[in-house]
């Protein structure tokens, strides 16, 4: 796969996306990461080899540690990709507006005379 679509398979899971947020906040080791959610270390672990994978974390050895960091490199080029498209949503929902604006002035007035 690209890298691309390597970024986007490894966002497609909601606790991978957790994981990412609580990075942003900082590094942290397995242990931290696993806390919060109902599943094993090793379930957390898996998860953060597809992020690794993706190029989204790094893991570094600190003493017996092994914090996590987040790598947010992946994640710009993701948003690119996705800005590419806002803009074309933007300017469809612009001639949308436009064309009912258009319509609108064209309609004759129903003004009810007493």
């Not at 597809?50 to 003493?63: C, F, P």
């Amino acid at each position: 796969m690209d890298a691309l679509s390597t970024t986007f398979a490894a966002l497609a899971d909601p606790t991978r996306r957790a994981i990412l947020a609580r990075l942003a906040a900082g590094e942290a080791n397995v242990t931290e990461l696993a806390e919060p959610f109902a599943m094993s270390q090793p379930a957390i672990s898996k998860h953060l080899k597809v992020l690794e994978r993706a190029g989204l974390v790094t893991r570094s050895r600190a003493r017996q540690s092994r914090p996590c960091r987040l790598e947010a490199v992946p994640l710009k080029a993701a948003a690119d990709w996705v800005a590419y498209y806002r803009r074309y949503w933007e300017q469809s929902f612009d001639q949308l507006a436009a064309h009912l604006d258009e319509l609108q002035q064209q309609e004759p007035s129903h003004e009810r005379k007493d």
